[in-house]
């Protein structure tokens, strides 16, 4: 089953990797880095839209077995959520020391 899941992605990866290969030779990294995290965080901004939704009619409809998925799936989401956050600030130190150490030389 988690392979039917997981199937979609990987098909649209094996067809946009060489449209995104092309892309990145005609304009470079960072244009497409820019245009893909704007993408996610639309997508983040959407799912957490449709979280919240759905978590609070499961709490109105009054089935515990549907509140305790919806609450899960949402505390997941705010997880994954959190360390993507982490992980792009820690880039972005990163990327500003190695700046500065350049300058430095």
């Known amino acids: 089953m988690s392979g039917l899941v ?7 990866m094996g ?7 092309k892309m990145y030779d005609r304009i470079g990294g960072r244009p497409l880095a820019l245009l893909g995290f704007a993408i ?6 959407l799912l957490v839209t449709i979280m919240n939704t759905h978590t609070a009619a499961a ?6 077995e549907a509140a ?8 997941s989401f ?16 990163i990327r500003d020391r190695g700046r500065r150490l350049g300058q430095q030389r």
């Open 6 to 12: 997981m199937m979609p992605s990987g098909i649209a």
């Open 59 to 64: 709490m109105r409809t009054g089935v515990p």
């Open 15 to 21: 067809i946009l990797n060489p449209v995104a290969g």
């Open 40 to 45: 996610m965080t639309s997508a983040a901004v």
């Open 78 to 93: 705010r997880t994954v959520a959190i360390v993507c956050a982490v992980c792009l600030v820690a880039s972005l130190f």
């Open 68 to 75: 305790a998925s919806a609450i899960g799936v949402r505390a």
